[in-house]
C-alpha cells in the first residue's frame, strides 16, 4: 500500500517511534486551539510502535514539511485480540494552522483505502470492515470532513461527573429479593457472562481474556465494586476505578449494568447509591461516569442524579466497501515507499 498521493507540498513518511515526541506535541497544539480533544490514543500508539507493529503493518503515516517539522500524522488500530476481525480505530491530527489545507481529508481517504486493503487480505472473509473514530462533539470542523468521507454519527460518549457530598435524589434504598455483595474473582466471569447476554451488538461482546485484559486495563477496583444478586444470580453491576480528572482524585463508574427485566426498577440507583459510599470511605469528594448511547440526549437520566457533563464524545463509523472509496486526489505521484 502506498503513502497518501497528496501531499500538499509536503512529505509523507512511515510513521516510526522517533515521531512520537513530536506527534505528543501536535497533540497539545490541537487541544489548546480547543476543538479537538479525547479522540487522540498516544498511548495506544507508543505501545503498537514500540513493537515494530506499525512499521511492520505500514498503518501509520507522518507528514513533514520541508524544514522536517510535523504537521500530520494517521494511525489505523488494527483489531485486537478478542475483537472482531473487521473492526478499526482510526486515529490522527493535523496542526491547526494546517487544518484549511484539506490535509484531514488526506488522511482519513487514505484510512479508509488502507483499511479496506487490509481487510481483504488478512480478514477472515465475512462482513464489512467498520471503521471508527471518537471526536470531541466540538469538534465540528472534524466533524464535517468526516461526513465528507462517509462516516457518520452512531454513538455518543458523555463523561459526566458529581459532588459526593449530596445523596443521590429519589431511588429506593432496597429492592425486595435483591442484596449488594462486593465485586470479587468468584463474580469475574458471571458478570461477563451478563455483560454478553445484555450486548446490543453481538460484535461488542468479549472472551474471558479480553474481559480481563479490560478490568485490567481500566484499573478495576473489586473494593469499590459491587454486584446485585437475586435468588443467588447476578442481576446488576457496577465496577468503579480510582481515577483522575482536572487534577482531582475521583472515583469513575467505569461499567455499570443490568438485566433487562430488572431495569427502571431502582437498580442503577441502588448500584450508584453503594459505590458513593464507597467513594466516600476513600476519602473522595467526587465521583464520575462515562455513558454510552444511541443519541445525544441519552445522558438526561443521569443529569437527574446530579451529574454535570464534563465532555462528550461521538463515534463516527463508516463500512466501506470497494465501490464506496473513489481514487485518491493526487497534486504529484508519490506512490514509492518511504
Keep these: 500500500m502506498p503513502i497518501p498521493a497528496k501531499s500538499h507540498g509536503c512529505t509523507w513518511h512511515w510513521l516510526s517511534r522517533q515521531d512520537l515526541p513530536e506527534i505528543d506535541g501536535l497533540i497539545v497544539a490541537e487541544e489548546h486551539f480547543g476543538d479537538a480533544t479525547h479522540h487522540h490514543d498516544l498511548v495506544a500508539l507508543e505501545a503498537a510502535v514500540a513493537d515494530d507493529m506499525v512499521k511492520e503493518t505500514e498503518t501509520g503515516v507522518v507528514l513533514r514539511k520541508p524544514s522536517g517539522t510535523l504537521i500530520a ?17 482510526l486515529h490522527g491530527g ?12 488526506t488522511l482519513l481517504r487514505w484510512q479508509l483505502e488502507r483499511a479496506l486493503e487490509w481487510h481483504l487480505d ?11 473514530m471518537v471526536i470531541s462533539s466540538s469538534n465540528i470542523f472534524l466533524a464535517e470532513t468526516l461526513s465528507d468521507c ?21 431511588g429506593p434504598e432496597t ?26 451488538d453481538p460484535a461488542d461482546t468479549v472472551d474471558e481474556e479480553a474481559w480481563a485484559w479490560g478490568l485490567s486495563g481500566a484499573g478495576v477496583r473489586d473494593d469499590w465494586s459491587w454486584v446485585a444478586v437475586a435468588n443467588d444470580r447476578a442481576v446488576g453491576w457496577v465496577l468503579n476505578t480510582d481515577t483522575s480528572l482536572g487534577g482531582e482524585r475521583i472515583g469513575w463508574t467505569e461499567y455499570l449494568g443490568a438485566c433487562p427485566v430488572w431495569r427502571n426498577r431502582g437498580i442503577y440507583h441502588l448500584l450508584l447509591a453503594r459505590s458513593r459510599q464507597s467513594f466516600l470511605d476513600a476519602g473522595l469528594t467526587s465521583a464520575g461516569i462515562g455513558i454510552d448511547t444511541e443519541s445525544g440526549q441519552g445522558a438526561r437520566p443521569y443529569q437527574e442524579l446530579g451529574y454535570a457533563g464534563v465532555d462528550s464524545m461521538v463515534w463516527y463509523v463508516s463500512h466501506p466497501g470497494l465501490d464506496t472509496i473513489g481514487p485518491a486526489q493526487t497534486d504529484e505521484q508519490q506512490m514509492g515507499r518511504i
Design 175 to 200: 429492592l425486595p429479593g435483591v442484596h449488594l455483595e462486593r465485586f470479587g474473582p468468584e463474580w469475574k466471569e458471571p458478570v461477563r457472562l451478563l455483560y454478553n447476554a445484555n450486548a446490543s
Design 73 to 89: 500524522y494517521a494511525w489505523i488500530r488494527l483489531p485486537g485480540l478478542g475483537e472482531p476481525p473487521q473492526r478499526f480505530r
Design 122 to 132: 488478512h480478514g477472515d472473509g465475512t462482513g464489512m470492515p467498520e471503521l471508527s
Design 150 to 170: 462517509g462516516f457518520r454519527p452512531q454513538k455518543w460518549y458523555h463523561a459526566m461527573r458529581r459532588s459526593l457530598l449530596e445523596p443521590l435524589p429519589g
Design 94 to 105: 493535523c496542526h491547526p494552522a494546517w487544518r484549511d489545507e484539506g490535509i484531514q481529508e
